[in-house]
């Protein structure tokens, strides 16, 4: 594989055809190879509401790809030990800009690098069951999903970022927003924790592309569910209540019958208001969850995204006052699908 970044030698011409509001090159632009296949990613450019991507074999360009709403582009059909260039140019209302810098790369088989994760790897990222709801949280398990990674990596700012330590992830046309990339180096276990965007609701699947920024993963079809509520565990001893002053319930703090508890999940699915996809909102869930304590229903007074994080949602209800004492059982309810159970100590 070769990697060559050069000018278009015919970007002088351009000049004259494009007006000067049309936006900036997009930069920086980068493609990753991979298995009869190209990832090509940019940087935003000021003022584009899309993006063009062209790209030739032959010293001829063709465009491969028009009105990209997101930052990358997955180009298949490749032919694996050919030569091929790629650049970007950039939208809006005035037309297009001029083009980015052109990157030559060499598609080739997948090597020891390659991300691979099996459809069942995709998982809630509170109950780990297998699959995926727009707008929750997601953990993949694979292996090779970072490159040198030593430890975890989290995002430090909102909305989330779409590459973290090399490492993106594309579902559908989309590139996912990304919390953490993590990999224990004692047990080799690997994961990526990410939001599916809000864009595929009412999808019944949606493929997932892995780049590790070294090689592109083979794309897995997985399922989508409307719905899929999880409850966050915090241990193996404590699981995800909170009293009112937002310390956690636990054997040395347990809930009372009858005080009001705070449970967060992920997949609950739509929302009154949606946000936009790697951003913190507010909205309730557009269907009331029903949640059952020791067997008994429990007063819901609040359901919906927890409105300081992404992709988090939170359930506000009331212990039953008949609900006896000891460790009890948790299930929440929502459109007919329940959430993994947890357990809630009362005294």
Same mark, same amino acid.
């Given at each position: 594989m070769r990697t060559l970044l050069r000018l278009l030698s015919f970007a002088a011409p351009f000049a004259a055809a494009f007006a000067q509001s049309a936006p900036p090159p997009p930069a920086p632009i980068t493609v990753t190879p991979g298995d009869h296949e190209a990832w090509v990613g940019w940087g935003a450019s000021a003022g584009a509401t899309? *993006?063009?991507?062209? #790209? =030739? !074999?032959?010293? %001829? *360009?063709?465009?491969? #790809? =028009? !009105?990209?709403? %997101?930052l990358a582009y997955l180009d298949t059909g490749l032919t694996d030990g050919v030569d091929y260039s790629f650049y970007a140019t950039a939208v809006n209302s005035a037309g297009e800009g001029m083009p980015s810098l052109v990157i030559d790369i060499t598609p080739a088989a997948p090597n020891t690098y390659l991300p691979t994760f099996p459809v069942n790897g995709v998982t809630n990222a509170a109950s780990f069951s297998q699959g995926a709801t727009p707008g929750s949280i997601v953990t993949i398990f694979g292996t090779h999903l970072s490159t040198n990674l030593i430890g975890l990596q989290t995002a430090t700012t909102v909305p989330l970022p779409t590459t973290l330590y090399h490492v993106s992830v594309m579902v559908g046309s989309l590139l996912a927003p990304i919390f953490a990339v993590d990999k224990n180096n004692n047990t080799g276990s690997e994961q990526i924790n990410l939001q599916i965007p809000w864009e595929f609701a009412g999808q019944a699947s949606v493929p997932v592309t892995i780049n590790n920024g070294t090689t592109i993963s083979t794309t897995i079809n997985i399922p989508i569910t409307p719905e899929q509520p999880g409850i966050f565990i915090l241990d193996a001893k404590n699981d995800g209540f909170l009293h009112g002053d937002n310390s956690v319930v636990n054997a040395s703090g347990p809930a009372q019958p009858g005080e009001e508890l705070v449970a967060y999940l992920t997949g609950m699915g739509p929302v009154t208001t949606t946000p936009a996809?790697?951003?913190?909102?507010?909205?309730?869930?557009?269907?009331?969850?029903?949640?059952?304590?020791?067997?008994?229903?429990?007063?819901?007074?609040?359901?919906?995204?927890?409105?300081?994080?992404?992709?988090l949602y939170q359930v506000n209800f009331v212990v039953p006052p008949t609900t006896p004492a000891g460790t009890q059982t948790v299930t929440i309810t929502v459109n007919g699908v329940t959430s993994n159970a947890a357990s809630l100590p009362v005294q």
């Open positions: 899309s *993006y063009n991507v062209y #790209a =030739s !074999n032959n010293g %001829t *360009y063709t465009k491969i #790809a =028009s !009105n990209v709403t %997101t996809s790697g951003s913190a909102g507010a909205g309730n869930t557009q269907y009331p969850p029903s949640v059952t304590v020791a067997g008994a229903s429990a007063d819901v007074k609040f359901s919906g995204l927890s409105s300081q994080y992404v992709g």
